[in-house]
């Protein structure tokens, strides 16, 4: 079955970039994705990469895909106190009959921000 | 101009009591999910509806019966409630073609005492 793993903690100065990693094991996903989730609140899709991508650019956010190591990870540059957070990344391979997305989500990372 | 709504936010219950979880998108989304957010943060999908029509439904107790009346809205009924049920409940939403993006709710924290 699909497993997707991350670690549990990042923790960078504001100013600095992050860089948080993913793996995953089902080679037939087709979409890989990062979310948000800040204190007490819902999950924010940050963005998404297909499979056939290597990289994909959006602002202060980059998304690296080495799909031959099954690895995803996620560069934000210029990090701030408002990026702290948990991020998680998912993977997507089954399209439903009739559409949508089964996600399979990893264990979520933790980033903390400091002065 | 919220996207996805849940309610109630939070729920607290005792064990045995029948609670429900209701959810709505104003999106024109056709495709919308429950997943279940335990206390290590880990999430995983419950069901999905398409028009209506359950589509996914992974090894969840038959205690929990969603419920989509219409394409805007999925609600989620358990019954029996057990002190295992306490968690978040996301509700999230796609479009058919655009299933890749799914939209979540804010969640309902729901704790079984």
């Known amino acids: 079955g699909e497993d997707v793993e991350q670690s549990l903690f990042l923790s960078v100065r504001e100013g600095d970039s992050s860089v948080i990693n993913c793996t995953y094991t089902?080679?037939?996903?087709?979409?890989l994705y990062w979310y948000k989730q800040e204190p007490g609140a819902g999950l924010q899709l940050l963005t998404y990469?297909?499979?056939?991508?290597d990289m994909k650019q959006d602002q202060r956010l980059t998304v690296l895909l080495n799909k031959k190591d099954k690895h995803l990870s996620l560069r934000i540059a210029d990090t701030q106190t408002g990026d702290s957070a948990i991020y998680f990344c998912?993977?997507?391979?089954?399209?439903?009959?009739?559409?949508?997305?089964?996600?399979?989500f990893g264990t979520g990372t933790q980033l903390k921000v400091e002065l | 101009d919220t996207a996805v709504s849940q309610t109630p936010k939070y729920l607290v219950t005792q064990m045995g009591n029948d609670k429900s979880i209701k959810c709505e998108q104003n999106?024109?989304?056709?495709?919308m999910y429950w997943y279940k957010q335990d206390s290590k943060k880990f999430l995983k999908i419950m069901f999905s509806?398409?028009?209506?029509?359950?589509?996914i439904n992974e090894t969840v107790p038959n205690r929990f019966s969603p419920k989509s009346p219409d394409k805007a809205h999925l609600n989620l009924h358990i019954n029996s409630l057990e002190l295992g049920d306490s968690a978040v409940y996301f509700c999230?939403?796609?479009?058919?073609?655009?299933?890749?993006?799914?939209?979540f709710g804010p969640g309902t924290r729901l704790t079984v005492t």
């Open positions: 999230a939403s796609s479009q058919a073609l655009r299933g890749y993006e799914q939209y």
């Open positions: 089902d080679s037939s996903s087709t979409y």
């Open positions: 990469i297909f499979s056939n991508m």
């Open positions: 998912a993977e997507s391979s089954r399209i439903l009959t009739g559409g949508g997305n089964k996600l399979t």
């Open positions: 999106l024109g989304h056709d495709t």
């Open positions: 509806y398409n028009n209506k029509e359950l589509i």
